[in-house]
């Protein structure tokens, strides 16, 4: 029946030398059936000439950044068109091994409740170093557990197959599955939609893999670096989308002992920040905008109320000792590991 119809989606926002990086990677992919996808997500004036000008790629315009997930959706929706069997979403700061996309297919089709299959994101200097292979979701700790060992990897596949977590940075998608749950959520814009997007792919009977041998190469972006390296719309993107999926996960959205840890964790980081109040304004105002359930793009002139501000922003030890102080008393305070 022949190779079943994979479209790469590559969305282009900023940095056009990677992206062609990217692009040039893919020439060398040994499957045979694929159409690659690249969107301007609102890219610089003139990258869309440049990338229009390259030889089999189907370019896709969006007038202003709609974020990754309105980028990837305008991707994923042409894929469709196209007639795509699997649409691959890969970011277009990576590369690619030769095989990889064959040996995400292969995967796949050996069971049509696989839903999500990813390889393993490998750094992009050390270029033999893993950095991520698979995570795993503890629903009512609503946590994730990280792996870059392939044995852990395995284990917890075997072990916990429903509460595999594959990132978005390499994501082959199986098309039946599209169909069934839909597209990416658009209130994220960017950051948690993949692992929604995984929870999501589960609850509808799917199975999400990492396939262990397929490798790519790609700096794995962990929030919460050092202070002040990080932009402020990160903070609060990364803050606010975490609460919004609280909200769309079944039972209570406040679990006591999930909701301390998640406060004392933002505590802490915002105690780390105290000399940035940009990017404490933005966390602020991401634990502001989560709770109240509003999606869509960082707006940095839109700022949380300033009771909120001067006791969570300004005053995070006071905080921070009050939860700690409370903690030994209380057994739903103790975090199971």
């Known amino acids: 029946m022949g190779a079943p119809k994979v479209c790469v989606v590559i969305l282009h926002w900023k940095h056009l030398p990677e992206t062609l990086a990217c692009l040039q990677s893919l020439e060398l992919l040994d499957y045979p059936n694929r159409q690659t996808v690249v969107v301007d997500n609102g890219a610089p004036a003139g990258d869309a000439d440049i990338l229009s000008g390259l030889d089999g790629i189907e370019l896709v315009r969006n007038q202003e950044n709609l974020g990754f997930t309105g980028g990837a959706n305008a991707g994923i929706a042409r894929s469709l068109e196209l007639g795509a069997d699997y649409v691959w979403l890969l970011n ?10 064959s040996k995400l297919v292969s995967m ?10 990813s390889p393993v994101i490998h750094d992009t200097i050390a270029r033999d170093v893993p950095e991520f292979c698979v995570g795993l979701f503890d629903q ?8 870059a060992n392939p044995d852990t990897a395995r284990a917890w596949q075997a072990q916990h197959p429903t509460h595999i977590f594959v990132p978005g940075t390499a994501l082959l998608i199986r098309r039946s599955l599209i169909d069934k749950i839909g597209f990416l959520d658009d209130r994220f814009f960017a950051y948690v939609e993949d692992l929604d997007y995984s929870l999501r792919s589960a609850a509808a009977g799917y199975r999400n893999v990492a396939v262990l041998d397929a490798i790519i190469y790609h700096r794995f972006k962990r929030p919460v670096q050092e202070p002040g390296t990080s932009p402020p719309y990160l903070h609060y993107l990364i803050t606010r989308n975490k609460l919004l999926l609280w909200k769309k996960l079944p039972g209570p959205t406040l679990r006591p002992r999930a909701t301390v840890w998640f406060l004392l964790e933002r505590l802490r980081q915002i105690e780390r920040m105290i000399q940035y109040p940009a990017s404490v304004d933005a966390l602020v105002s991401g ?6 359930g509003i999606g869509g793009p960082y707006n940095p002139s839109r700022h949380s109320p300033r009771l909120l501000m001067w006791a969570v ?25």
């Not at 277009?92 to 095989?99: C, I, K, L, R, Y």
């Not at 009050?322 to 305070?333: A, D, L, T, V």
């Open 92 to 101: 277009s700061d990576a590369t690619t091994e030769p095989d990889v996309l």
């Open 108 to 117: 796949a089709e050996t069971d049509d409740m696989i839903g999500l299959v």
């Open 140 to 147: 009512r700790a609503r946590t994730i557990s990280e792996t």
């Open 287 to 292: 634990l502001w905008d989560g709770i109240r």
């Open 313 to 337: 922003g300004k005053h995070p030890a006071f905080w921070i000792r009050m939860i700690e102080w409370k903690r030994p008393r209380f057994r739903w305070f103790q975090r199971t590991t």
